[in-house]
């Protein structure tokens, strides 16, 4: 079984924070594991789409990469976040060919999410921003623009995959173009979500 631990750094200031903060965390846990860690520090796509996106866009485009198109499974964690020393072995918990994900509105807790969104929400409108009406996963994926949307939303920071079941959803995802690339719009995430959850079975972490 080949498993790879891949995350993305695009740019010195971001390679900079991965340095100082993540990057031990992810090679202890990497080896710990016996995953091959693929740090991806260029654009996948490189062409004017690729460039004008938010760099978050390229894990849509992971099994490009020969190392991990490769793989059976592979973990991707976003590069901000940092791995406990004594952090179980992810793939322990989800089968092969089997999309282990969090769950967006459940996390920590399902009453824990709407609190903070509600708290985000009175504090952006106090300094008079408007902030997307996300209030139920129905309404996330509306807001970009799919009448279907699941009942559930992929946080997509932190996701087991495999190339053969998940590379085409994924794909689909980066083709997507229904609303322009924007914060707002959490960039990769509603439509990633949106087709990831249609590939098949989803392992909630």
């Not at 902030?131 to 559930?152: I, L, V």
């Not at 609303?179 to 959850?197: A, G, V």
Request: contains cysteine; charged residues 20%.
């Amino acid at each position: 079984m080949k498993r790879a631990l891949a995350t993305l750094v695009i740019g010195e200031p971001c390679r900079q924070r991965f340095a100082a903060h993540a990057a031990d965390g992810f090679r202890a846990y990497a080896k710990a594991h016996g995953l091959s860690l693929v740090v991806l520090d260029r654009l996948i796509d490189d062409s004017e789409q690729g460039r004008s996106r938010s760099p978050a866009w390229q894990k849509c485009l992971l099994f490009k990469h020969p190392r991990l198109r490769a793989c059976d499974q592979v973990l991707w964690l976003d590069a901000d976040i940092v791995i406990r020393p004594n952090a179980p072995n992810i793939f322990d918990t989800v089968p092969p060919g089997i999309l282990g994900a969090v769950e967006q509105f459940s996390s920590p807790t399902p009453e824990a999410y709407a609190s903070a969104q509600a708290k985000t929400q009175r504090y952006l409108a106090g300094q008079g921003l408007a902030s997307p009406e996300d209030a139920t996963p129905q309404a996330f994926y509306r807001h970009y623009g799919f009448a279907d949307g699941p009942d559930a939303v992929v946080q997509t920071g932190v996701m087991v995959l495999a190339p053969e079941v998940h590379g085409p959803a994924m794909a689909a995802a980066y083709a997507e173009e229904r609303r322009p690339d924007s914060r707002d719009m959490l960039y990769e995430m509603r439509p990633l979500s949106y087709h990831l959850l249609r590939a098949g079975p989803v392992r909630w972490l």
